[in-house]
């Protein structure tokens, strides 16, 4: 392993949470799809999203999708405005930031109906 | 100080696959690794393999992979590297011998983004003349003296030894803002390629290895720039 610095760590977390994202949207297509074979399929898939392990995995997606898009800004800024450069550091510290942020309400929101 | 260097080893004409090789080294802290090296292959075992010429950081011959990050051995102390220290080839280049790679695929690159002045209008009486303004533009760049750590440090260029790397990107921004040249299009042209700077996914490794302190990814992004809005 390579021991890069803020920028690798940054690099990889993009990289999984994509493909986490796009490995989501495959499943999502193929429920969306159900529907064309009637309403009790569909309904039966739509069903399984209301198990409590899926709820734990939707918090996870959540998380995905606010981290890649929180970094995919930080990434637009430095392709832009080519001196941003210079802080991605302190950029990859304010994604973090703001991700905790954004994230920890969201998660107990999602998490706290399961307890009822 | 005693320390122990784990330097990965690999002989082409007796190892299948690279091994780990241990040395006890006596130094003082603020010797170089390449000090240390030295001690190795003249005191204790004459077959391992390096590159070095100038040993002052200027050839850029000794980058390796030291401590899990790219190096030039000449320029890192042993006193800011512990007690145990590991020493590995550069990655993504084929190994030749021990921390040998060839790296002729890097000058393939490198000779891609003609890296050389282009300028057919004749020249006057006088040299080609620049304000401060205009050197200062790619003065960053021009400090790179191809030691290969930009290039061997990006996860890109791993995935894909096609990608043409951060050096040759480097060199290639040296001269298409370079005021006197000529040949910013034909190199801009090289690097839109599938291979060229698009590569880059902005992961500062190359930043963070290079000796010289150039802002390795910031030449990169002004590249895109330049090729994106077509302007310079």
């Known amino acids: 392993m390579y021991r890069g610095g803020e920028g690798q760590l940054s690099f990889i977390l993009h990289r999984i949470t994509g493909v986490g994202i796009l490995v989501f949207l495959f499943g999502h297509v193929a429920d969306t799809f159900l529907v064309g074979f009637g309403p009790d399929l569909y309904n039966h898939a739509m069903a399984i999203y209301r198990l409590p392990v899926i709820r734990v995995l939707e918090v996870l997606l959540a998380a995905a999708v606010l981290y890649h898009a929180l970094n995919g800004l930080r990434i637009i800024i430095i392709d832009f405005w080519p001196a941003a450069s210079r802080y991605q550091r302190a950029m990859f510290y304010a994604v973090g930031v703001v991700f905790l942020a954004l994230f920890i309400p969201a998660a107990i929101t999602m998490i706290r109906p399961l307890f009822h | ?232």
């Not at chain 2, 075992?45 to 000449?74: E, K, Q, W, Y």
């Not at chain 2, 000058?107 to 209008?121: C, G």
């Open chain 2, 1 to 232: 100080m005693k320390v122990e260097l784990r330097i990965k080893r690999f002989d082409p004409e007796k190892d299948q696959k690279p091994r780990w090789a241990d040395y006890q080294v006596e130094v003082e802290p603020t010797d170089r690794l390449l000090d240390a090296l030295h001690y190795v292959k003249w005191y204790q075992d004459g077959s391992l393999t390096f590159r070095r010429s100038c040993a002052h950081g200027i050839c850029g011959s000794d980058c390796m992979l030291i401590n899990g990050v790219n190096r030039l051995a000449c320029k890192v102390l042993v006193k800011d590297l512990g007690r145990r220290i590991t020493v590995e080839p550069m990655r993504g280049y084929p190994v030749v011998k021990d921390l040998v790679v060839d790296m002729e695929k890097f000058f393939a690159a490198y000779r891609a983004v003609k890296p050389y002045l282009i300028n057919d209008e004749p020249a006057g009486p006088r040299e080609r003349l620049q304000s401060p303004a205009e050197r200062e533009r790619y003065d960053d760049t021009t400090k790179c003296i191809l030691c290969g750590a930009c290039t061997t440090s990006c996860p890109s260029f791993w995935a894909n030894d096609d990608y043409i790397g951060p050096a040759a990107i480097v060199q290639a921004h040296r001269f298409i803002f370079d005021s006197r040249d000529r040949g910013a299009a034909e190199r801009l042209e090289v690097l839109n390629q599938r291979e060229g700077v698009w590569r880059c996914r902005t992961i500062f490794n190359c930043t963070d290895a290079c000796p010289r302190d150039i802002e390795v990814t910031r030449a990169i992004q002004e590249v895109k720039r330049a090729i994106l809005f077509q302007r310079i």
